[in-house]
């Protein structure tokens, strides 16, 4: 299996709408482990690994996000998976 790291920052509307909360619910659907938290400039940062394929689908859904969210920038930033999370979480 080829498991990857994805590390992203979404901006847009993205506070409010229960971004969070929906991108956790995605995330354990497709077996991924990480964390999701609201950032202080209104934004959303997440960092999600797992297999490569379900990695990517999470990547697809953050441009959309749930309903009522308007993304409008994904920043991806490249980084190594390291396998070091058991679940997927919300970050307070």
């Known amino acids: 299996m080829d498991n990857i790291r994805a590390h992203l920052i979404i901006e847009g509307r993205v506070q409010g ?3 969070r909360d929906s ?3 995605e995330a354990t659907r497709l077996n991924l482990t990480g964390w999701v938290e ?7 940062e ?4 797992g297999a490569r394929e379900e990695v990517k689908k999470l990547i697809e859904w953050c441009h959309h996000g749930p ?3 308007r ?3 994904v920043h991806e930033i490249k980084e190594d ?3 070091k999370f058991d679940s997927f979480r919300i970050s307070y």
């Open 17 to 19: 709408v229960w971004f």
């Open 23 to 25: 991108t956790r619910n």
């Open 38 to 44: 609201n950032r202080f400039d209104g934004s959303v």
């Open 46 to 49: 997440l960092i999600a690994e």
């Open 67 to 69: 309903p009522g969210a």
């Open 71 to 73: 993304v409008t920038m």
């Open 81 to 83: 998976y390291t396998g």
